[in-house]
């Protein structure tokens, strides 16, 4: 219990939280850019109109 | 691996309740957006119709072709927007109207006034609360990929004057509270952090700074409580303040990345005031939390400390201090500014950048949901002390200052064209 608290201190001393906000909104933009180069109509009619329901 | 371990939140189970309740706020708010939004068009439309019919008529006796084609264009696009809710011209929907153009109650209104009633009448139950936290910064991804409504020439315009505008507010505002807090006797702690919250990013500039000024807990407190208050108070009151002093939507989207302090509320008020407000905003926005680091630098020199560690050193402080997300934002420009005919662009329909023009708003409804769930009014409470009177001078002083700097600019060097 003490090494797993440990482990998350250092962890947590690794990247600043904001970095780290930063470093997963930098992959999660890539993501979205590699699915929309990959199929652009699909995720166009997801957000724009599947994920409407009425 | 040690960088990959440090990437997972410590603990991140307990975040997903939270995070899994704002999506779920933000789809609801999304969908009851989209049927208010219909509706109104299909109002508008039902209103529109016969008097294109009456011109129309009136350009075809005329012989003025190219008008008739215009005209019929529109008529085609009205004529659509009654389909969709399977109405008649004539039929009126005026309670659509009232709310989605009169009250401006869109989906950020709906998700920030409709959060704090959540939060503040009903409560959250404690399960749900770190969840809540991690929402607000999903705005990041949104930001980024909003990058591909932006082209060079309006970084170069826009976010020059931005820089320019956001330099001297920041500095000015950020030595002006320094200089006061220290002439009232105000402890150098809280000092520190109401300058860099005043004069830059609010929570996030407080956070950064209080450990190179040895802010105390109670100081963080007073000073986060300051500026959640008056972003939130600001949040709500610019834009029907905009509207009533009639300033155009670029003017306004500069005037709230001067006046209001975090990035996520700035960018709510500016989305829920209109999108060219939005567009310019977030480029604005871009310039100004990049000096952020410089402003701890600031800090540091003006209090004469000598930090330790990490934070030592001038590069050693912009590195650890830099907001890195922005430069996904500055990538996606330089594509879009290329002209790449295998990427696109935000209007042209069937490429990746027109399918990532349809997700950026649902990071930002996500977002906003979490900030709407997370503004309590206990915590606006703890605002008190000297820190409020210096923060809430500033910040009004900042307003008043950056609407007149943006009336003097005009509109045009800071519309952003977008290209494409």
Not at chain 2, 186 to 203: F, N, P, Q
Not at chain 2, 221 to 236: D, K, R, S, V
Not at chain 2, 256 to 269: E, F, G, P
Request: hydrophobic share 55%; charged share 15%.
């Amino acid at each position: 219990m003490e090494k797993e608290t440990l482990k998350h201190e250092k962890a947590a001393q690794g990247l600043s939280s904001a970095k780290r906000e930063d470093i997963w909104a930098l992959i999660i933009a890539f993501v979205v850019t590699v699915i929309s180069i990959a199929a652009p109509d699909a995720v166009h009619t997801f957000f724009k109109k599947m994920l409407f329901f009425f | 691996m040690s960088l990959l371990r440090s990437m997972i939140v410590p603990g991140w189970p307990r975040y997903i309740p939270g995070l899994l309740l704002c999506i779920a706020f933000a789809l609801i708010v999304m969908n009851i957006d989209h049927v208010l939004g219909k509706y109104h068009k299909a109002d508008a439309a039902s209103a529109a119709i016969p008097k294109i019919e009456k011109k129309l008529a009136e350009a075809r006796a005329a012989g003025d072709s190219d008008t008739v084609a215009g005209l019929q264009k529109k008529l085609e696009k009205n004529r659509e927007s009654l389909e969709k809710v399977g109405g008649r011209a004539g039929d009126r929907w005026s309670w659509a109207t009232f709310f989605y153009q009169t009250l401006q109650f869109k989906y950020v209104a709906m998700l920030l006034i409709g959060g704090i009633l959540i939060r503040n009448i009903f409560g959250v139950p404690g399960v749900f609360l770190p969840g809540i936290g991690i929402a607000r910064p999903i705005i990041k991804p949104g930001i980024i990929i909003l990058g591909v409504h932006y082209v060079w020439s309006d970084v170069i315009r826009v976010g020059g004057t931005g820089l320019l505008l956001a330099a001297v507010f920041i500095f000015g505002t950020a030595i002006t509270v320094m200089w006061v807090c220290r002439r009232f006797g105000v402890s150098d702690g809280l000092g520190g952090i109401m300058g860099a919250g005043t004069g830059v990013c609010g929570v996030s500039a407080i956070i950064a700074t209080s450990p190179v000024v040895n802010a105390k807990p109670r100081d963080m407190a007073y000073a986060i409580g300051t500026i959640l208050l008056f972003g939130t108070a600001m949040l709500f009151i610019m834009p029907y303040l905009g509207r009533a002093i009639d300033v155009s939507e670029p003017q306004f989207g500069a005037w709230v990345a001067v006046a209001i302090l975090n990035t996520a509320q700035l960018i709510a008020a500016a989305e829920w005031f209109g999108e060219e407000s939005r567009n310019t905003a977030v480029l604005i926005n871009a310039a100004r939390i990049m000096l952020i680091p410089l402003i701890v630098i600031f800090a540091v020199w003006f209090y004469g400390l000598k930090t330790k560690g990490a934070d030592a050193g001038f590069w050693k402080t912009m590195r650890s201090k830099f907001p890195v997300f922005i430069l996904g934002f500055f990538i996606l420009i330089i594509f879009n500014s290329l002209n790449i005919d295998a990427l696109g662009g935000p209007k042209v329909e069937g490429t990746p950048f027109w399918a990532m023009n349809a997700v950026y708003k649902w990071f930002f409804a996500i977002g906003f949901a979490g900030i709407g769930l997370s503004i309590s009014i206990d915590d606006m409470k703890k605002a008190g002390g000297s820190a409020f009177l210096v923060g809430s001078g500033a910040a009004t002083a900042k307003m008043i200052l950056g609407l007149i700097v943006v009336l003097l600019i005009g509109t045009e060097l800071l519309r952003v064209t977008g290209g494409n």
